[in-house]
C-alpha cells in the first residue's frame, strides 16, 4: 500500500510484471510521480514510460535469423510458465515455429547434461544461457555448428563469450538516461524503444 506521504512528494520509477492487477497498483500513484520502465503496461493516457515491445519486434528479428536458425534441426525456448518472462516473447516464437515451419519446442528450463546437437537454444534467463554454456564447453561442442545459441537482453559478457553470443535486445543505458532526465525534470516520457538484432558468432 502506497502512503499518503509518499504518494503526494515521492518519485516512481518501476518495472512491473505486466499482469492486469500491477496496473490497478501503479493507478495509486500520481501520474506525474511515475514512469513506467522496460515491460509497458496498459495505464491510463496521461502516464508516463520508457518501455520495450516484446511480441512483434521479436517475431521480426526471429524471421532475420530463420537462415542461422534452419543450420538446426531444432530450435528450443526456455520459457518458464508463472515466471515474470514477458508472454510476447513466448507469443512471438510459437508465431514464428509456425509460420516458417520451424521445428520448435518450447521447455521451462536446461536441465544439466541435455545439451543435444543440431539444436538451437532461445535463452531469456542468463542462468539457464549459463547452464547450457557450461555443458557446451564440458561436452567440447562447438558454438555456432554443434549447438546454437540465441539470448535475450545483451551486456558485455555475451558480447565476448564464446566468440559472441547473438542476442536481441535493446539500449539499457538509454532507458536509465530517459528514466534519469524524467527524474530530474519531471517531463511526462512515452516511448517504445528500439530493440536490436546483434548477430554474433553462436549462430
Known amino acids: 500500500v502506497i502512503d499518503n506521504i509518499s504518494r503526494k512528494y515521492g518519485m516512481y520509477v518501476i518495472a512491473p510484471i505486466q499482469e492486469k492487477e500491477v496496473s490497478s497498483m501503479m493507478k495509486q500513484i500520481p501520474s506525474d510521480r511515475l514512469l513506467i520502465v522496460d515491460r509497458y503496461l496498459k495505464m491510463p493516457k496521461d502516464y508516463s514510460y520508457i518501455s520495450q515491445e516484446f511480441e512483434e519486434v521479436t517475431y521480426l528479428k526471429l524471421v532475420e535469423l530463420t537462415t542461422q536458425i534452419k543450420k538446426y534441426k531444432r530450435f528450443v525456448l526456455f520459457f518458464k510458465k508463472y515466471s515474470d518472462f514477458p508472454p510476447g516473447i513466448l507469443h512471438a516464437f510459437n508465431r514464428y515455429i509456425s509460420d516458417y515451419d520451424i521445428n520448435g519446442e518450447v521447455v ?63 539500449d539499457f543505458t538509454y532507458i536509465a538516461k530517459k528514466a534519469a532526465h524524467f527524474v530530474k525534470e519531471g517531463k511526462p516520457i512515452q516511448e517504445i524503444v528500439p530493440t536490436y538484432l546483434r548477430q554474433r558468432n553462436s549462430l
Not at 110 to 125: G, M, V
Open 108 to 170: 521451462d528450463s536446461y536441465e544439466p547434461n541435455t545439451l543435444t546437437k543440431s539444436t538451437a537454444y532461445f535463452s531469456i534467463s542468463d542462468t539457464q544461457l549459463w547452464k547450457v554454456l557450461k555443458d557446451a564447453r564440458k561436452m567440447e561442442y562447438r558454438i555456432g555448428s554443434d549447438i546454437g545459441i540465441l539470448a535475450h537482453d545483451d551486456n558485455i559478457i555475451k558480447e565476448i563469450a564464446f566468440g559472441g553470443i547473438t542476442t536481441i535486445s535493446t
